[in-house]
C-alpha cells in the first residue's frame, strides 16, 4: 500500500501548513487513513485519523482544535490542516493506513519517507 506524504517544510510558531498524503483510489475509498509523527527523540506518535468513508474523524489531544484531516475525493488525497504550530509540533508526519482498536489507532506495516515539519519558535 504506497501513500505519498507532501507538504512539509520550515515555518514560525502561530504559522500554519497542509500536509497532502496521495493515495490510489483503491486505498483511498477501502481504508482508514492516519497521521503519525515522530519528533526528534520520541517515540512515533498518532496525530489524526480519517475513516474510509470520510465521516469520521479523530484527533489526538495534543492537536485538537488546531489540526483538521479532511479527503478530497476527487484528487484521492487526504489533508492534514496545521494551524497555530507551535515548536513541540517539529517532527517527521507520516501518513498510513490503520485500523481503530481498543479506542486506539493502529498502524499498517507501510511506513513512507514521511514529510518534515520544522517550527521554529
Known amino acids: 500500500v504506497e501513500l505519498v506524504e507532501s507538504g512539509g517544510g520550515l515555518v514560525q510558531a502561530g504559522d500554519s501548513l497542509r500536509l497532502s498524503c496521495a493515495a490510489s483510489v483503491h486505498v483511498f475509498t477501502s481504508y482508514n487513513i492516519a497521521w503519525f509523527r515522530r519528533a526528534p527523540g520520541k517515540e512515533r506518535e498518532f496525530v489524526a485519523a480519517?475513516?474510509?468513508?470520510?465521516?469520521?474523524?479523530y484527533y489526538a489531544n495534543s492537536v485538537k482544535g488546531r489540526y483538521t484531516v479532511s479527503k478530497d475525493n476527487n484528487k484521492n488525497t487526504v489533508f492534514l490542516q496545521m494551524d497555530d504550530l507551535k515548536p513541540e509540533d517539529t517532527a517527521v508526519y507520516y501518513c498510513?493506513?490503520?485500523?481503530?482498536?481498543?479506542?486506539?489507532?493502529?498502524?499498517?506495516?507501510?511506513w513512507g519517507q514521511g514529510t518534515q515539519v520544522v517550527v521554529s519558535s
Open positions: 480519517i475513516t474510509s468513508n470520510g465521516l469520521r474523524t
Open positions: 498510513i493506513t490503520a485500523m481503530y482498536s481498543a479506542y486506539s489507532w493502529i498502524p499498517s506495516e507501510s
